[in-house]
């Protein structure tokens, strides 16, 4: 079953406020975060507060992650044990650079018996992280490792490497590009990174479309002010749902049964275009369903 990411809003754990805000905001997920938003003094106390939040329930059909801290930190392991026991839908794990450090995830999870349902998602932020994707989501064949996805995170790609953040991220497509051919290749979904600048309205526009037709599902948000925006970007258009419809129809019909191409408004379209075409049904379909 396809599930809508256009949007999911990073929300610091140790703001009881923003935790109870995520519940009524209109983004498709929400990762309630132990990283890099909460002080390394507050870091016991945002793991309660959202192990309460997750216990008290009332995020609806909202997607929920818990992004813990990086492998190496003094923190990960606290994290992942908390976040096990919690039961979010998933666990999101930043700076993984290696098949080794998903391996230590799992056998944590596995250690504290963890409900199979939780997956995991990697933050691809590091230039091993980016080197490696391909050996990365190929571990996602290894069921124990629960992968799910990949975070794309150009901020800490760029801190390590040196490649500036300019508009349009043309230095870095071919990163991006790498890390989305890993991920499809073994099935995996990947969400895009944060656009910091929140008050720039135009250039989150801008990311956002480059980031949807780059082939990312969707885009992780700092501000509940771009989720409007995101959602609406990563839609697709009515027009393209109704010629998607017609595209099934046409190929419904019994004098299409056995061909693999036909001709419709003046276009050849494959059956590979049919496929195509059930996505884009199945996934306006569920956003939909959710009502947004």
């Known amino acids: 079953m396809i599930r809508p990411r256009r949007s999911l809003l990073f929300m610091p754990g140790s ?16 990762v309630l ?27 609806g059909k909202r997607e929920v992650l818990i992004r813990v801290n990086a492998l190496d930190s003094p923190w990960w392991i ?16 930043p700076k993984i650079s290696s098949v080794k450090d998903l391996n230590a995830i799992a056998d944590r999870l596995s250690d504290i018996n963890a409900d199979n349902s939780i997956k995991v998602w990697v933050m691809i932020e590091t230039a091993g ?17 629960r992968l799910a996805g990949f975070v794309f995170g150009p901020n800490d790609i760029s801190r390590e490497t040196r490649i500036k953040m300019q508009p349009g991220r043309a230095a870095m497509i071919p ?8 991920a499809r290749a073994y099935g995996l979904e990947i969400l ?40 609406a970007i ?12 017609k595209i099934i129809a046409a190929f419904e019909r019994p004098e299409n049964a056995s061909r693999g191409a036909i001709q419709l408004d003046g276009q050849m379209v494959e ?14 379909d569920a956003i939909a369903a959710m009502g947004s």
Request: aromatic share 4%; proline share 5%; net charge negative.
């Open 15 to 30: 703001n009881a406020r923003a935790l109870e805000k995520a519940r009524n905001l209109p983004a498709d997920g929400i």
């Open 33 to 59: 975060d132990l990283e890099d938003s909460v002080a390394p003094d507050a870091k016991a106390m945002a793991r309660d507060q959202i192990a309460q939040a997750i216990a008290e329930k009332g995020f």
């Open 78 to 93: 606290d994290d992942v044990t908390m976040a096990g026991k919690a039961a979010p839908d998933g666990i999101l794990v």
């Open 129 to 145: 992280g980016v080197l490696h994707a391909e050996e990365i989501a190929a571990a996602s064949r290894d069921s124990e490792t």
């Open 175 to 182: 990163m991006i590009t790498h890390c989305i051919l890993a």
């Open 192 to 231: 895009d990174g944060p656009y910091s600048d929140f008050s720039n309205i135009d250039g989150f526009a801008l990311e956002c479309a480059q980031a949807r037709d780059l082939g990312f599902d969707g885009k992780t948000l700092i501000h509940p002010g771009q989720i409007v925006a995101c959602n």
């Open 234 to 245: 990563f839609t697709p258009p009515a027009e393209e749902v109704t010629h998607a419809r």
């Open 271 to 284: 059956r590979l275009h049919a496929d195509m075409a059930r996505r884009t049904i199945a996934i306006a």
